[in-house]
């Protein structure tokens, strides 16, 4: 197996079993250095400073930017935050442009994951393993890649991957949870039938559209050919090779032109997906338990769940790595700064703040994890504790995704067929590779 996908299969997988394990204790409180971690606040002497941190719009409910927070962090230490906020299917060219012409902002909130493969993180990056809030640090592969902590967090948390769902309309309508593809067509029907949009797509977002391949394909590869992704990133196996994968893309467009979808979907955007869900508007999305979470900050008495994208029968569900990471660039402008602010976040008393406002899993030993949401607890019961999850497919790509997910959008537009997306992504997925200088490229 490729080295750098070992590694970064290592975090998701050391991710996952630490929600398990500190979801069932006591927060993960385990001896060790139990400093704060203050960093130097000026304490509002001297002239104030403005530091940016660019963060996509679709991560506008990040724990990070609460105003609240900003403003706490204004006060103590006459640094303010400014915000750039990315439309969301931007975000990724916009900070590879800003990274190559060194217009660099001075944090950058990004998933671990892809920041390896999107933003070249070993060059770009800052290590943070001798800052004062490391040594706290419970679960430090969940922050890591190549041996050092490249990100911030103070949750362990994976993002799971499904269909989220309105449990009240289910329950209404007297729905069972699907368990194959078959069995959600006649969801979505009987869904339909009551008035209320099946499924949203906000696929104007590109990267949305892959939600439900991204599942489907990892959950086939671990079933049934557990060798491809080794074989696919030493250029031994090409993704048009699985038939199966055809039939998934397949099954994601079917639900659209069954009438089972927004009309527009390449039209409407996942900022919209909140509001839509506390209207009422629609009965569920294939996204991950980040929506939920949204959700419950607006309307907490909404119940959403996720069960996992019913591809084939007893498929597993999804869980992606852990995102929403704080990043600090060589170049930043105000380095000090940029690593005071991170130090402000860490300190026992707001880190506390975060994590129970969040419903997180602590990554700080001196921390303590709240009694998890109940959409939380089930999916730690349901899907983590038994082992029924798979890795998305994020976990193994070392390249950027973004042509990919365009070429899903194009799918939408009517303009290619799912083979058709294959054979193109394996054409630039081949380049891409060669770019990098992957071995058998």
Known sequence: MNKQMKKMSTVVLVGLLSVSLAACGSGGSKAGNTAEGGGSNGGGAGEKVTIELAISKSSQDSAFIQQDLLDEFEQKSNIKVNLQLIPAEQTTTVLQTKLAVEETPDIIQYNLASATTDLNLERNFEILDNEPWASR????????????????????????????????????????????????LQVCEKIKAS????????????????????????????????????ELNSNKRKWSDIPEFKTF???????YKKGYTNADVLSDSYDM?????????????????????????????????????PSVEGA??????????????????????????????????VAQKIVDAKGYVSNFSDVTTPELPEYKQEIVDKYITPKNTVLTTDAYML?????????????????????DVLKAWDEKFSQLMKDKEIAGF
Do not use: C
């Open 399 to 419: 390249v950027d995704r973004s042509e990919l997910y365009r070429l899903l959008q194009d799918q939408f537009a009517g303009g290619l067929t799912p083979e």
């Open 316 to 349: 597993k569900l999804g869980a992606s790595p852990l995102g929403g990471q704080l990043f600090i660039p060589k170049k930043a402008k105000h380095l000090k700064e940029a690593k005071e602010f991170l130090n402000f976040l860490a300190t026992k008393e």
């Open 137 to 184: 640090i419970v679960n430090k592969d969940v922050l890591s890649a190549y041996g050092h902590i490249y990100s911030f967090h103070v949750s362990q948390d994976t993002g799971m991957q499904g269909v989220v769902y309105n449990k009240q309309i289910f329950e209404d309508l007297g729905l069972s949870i699907p368990n194959n593809f078959e069995e959600f």
């Open 249 to 255: 893309l397949q099954q994601q467009y079917d639900v």
């Open 273 to 309: 997906a909140v509001g839509k869900f506390l209207n009422k508007e629609v009965a569920m999305m294939f996204m991950g338990d980040w929506l939920i979470e949204g959700v419950a900050q607006q309307d907490p008495n909404m119940k959403l769940g996720v069960f996992p994208i």
């Open 195 to 230: 008035g209320v949009t099946p499924v949203f797509m906000p696929y104007k977002d590109a990267w949305a559209a892959n939600v439900w391949p991204a599942a489907a394909f990892a959950d086939f590869v671990a079933k049934s050919d557990p060798t491809f992704f080794d």
